[in-house]
Every structure is written in structure tokens, then in C-alpha cells.
């Protein structure tokens, strides 16, 4: 073999090595920044999640129409009619008729999965109601899985169910 082969042959294998180095470091870079967004993520939405449901579930029956109308301000489109039409329907009348007011604190919260775009929260949610009759406040604790989608570079709640 001559060393013009053999000079050849060492130029082809860095080239090849240069291009494995280069895939396997562009590899590495996106898992790091796919994982880092995850992150942001989970930091982003969470604190969304917790105060969309301190809003939702808590109220007084005095200001819950202007409440309600703020809290819509954290939910995806589709999310917020059918919130709409349940707060008009059942929350606001009943809150009224019985004069609620309701504490709704979260005790607890955690992200069960997280994308760059959508995450899920489980909230634990405590509530404290009392109405006309104090002899039948309430105190509540529930779970709720609130489903997040992130939309113009804004966290909204996308959904919420009760566990």
C-alpha cells in the first residue's frame, strides 16, 4: 500500500469519525434540550394548575360571577365553555341560593407527565365551605387530575377530572 493510500484511507476515517462525533453530540443535545423544556415545563404549568383550581373550586357567592370570568383566563378555548355553561348552570345559582362561601386551598401537587406542550397535575385540593346555614359548612378533600396544554406560549387548563 502506498501513503498516498494510506493517507487517503486516515483522511476518509476522521471524516467518518467527524461525522459519528457530530451526530452522536447533535443526539446528546436534543435529548438535553428536549429534557430541559420537560423541565420548564413541569415548573411552568404546575404553578398554573394550582392557581386555576384555587380559583375554580374556591368562591364566595358574592363576587363568584367576576371570579369565575377571571379564572377563565387559564383555560384552553374548549375547556372554558363547557366550564361556562357548568359555573352559569349549576355553581353560580347553587353558590347564590345558599350563600356559599368556599376555601379551597391545595395541599399538595405533583406532575404525573410532562412534554414541552401538554403536562398532567395531580392536586390535592382541600375545601371548606358555609353558607345561610352555618350548622352545615362542609370541609372536602379531594384529588384532581388537571390536564395542561401550553398555547401561544401560555400554560392553560385543558381539562380537569376528579379521582
Known amino acids: ?12 476515517g476522521a471524516c467518518l469519525l467527524l461525522v ?9 443535545g436534543y435529548g438535553y434540550l428536549r429534557d430541559q423544556r420537560a423541565e420548564q415545563a413541569r415548573e411552568d404549568s404546575l404553578v398554573v394548575a394550582r392557581r386555576a383550581v384555587e380559583g375554580m373550586f374556591g368562591y ?3 363576587t363568584i360571577d367576576t371570579q369565575m370570568a377571571e379564572v377563565t ?3 384552553t378555548d374548549d375547556f372554558k365553555a363547557d366550564w361556562k355553561k357548568v359555573t352559569e348552570t ?3 345559582p347553587g353558590a347564590k ?3 356559599l362561601v368556599v376555601q379551597a386551598t391545595v395541599t399538595g401537587s405533583g406532575v404525573i407527565r410532562a412534554e414541552a406542550d401538554h403536562t398532567e397535575v395531580m392536586i390535592f385540593l382541600n375545601q371548606r365551605s358555609t353558607g345561610k346555614d352555618p350548622a352545615k359548612g362542609t370541609y372536602d378533600a379531594s384529588r384532581l387530575k388537571v390536564q395542561l396544554d ?4 401560555r400554560w392553560l387548563v385543558a381539562d380537569v377530572d376528579p379521582i
Open 60 to 62: 364566595n357567592f358574592k
Open 20 to 28: 459519528a462525533a457530530v451526530a452522536v453530540g447533535s443526539w446528546v
Open 150 to 153: 401550553r398555547e401561544d406560549g
Open 90 to 92: 349549576v355553581l353560580a
Open 73 to 75: 383566563e387559564d383555560m
Open 97 to 99: 341560593e345558599k350563600e
Open 1 to 12: 500500500m502506498s501513503a498516498r493510500s494510506r493517507d487517503r484511507y486516515l483522511l476518509i
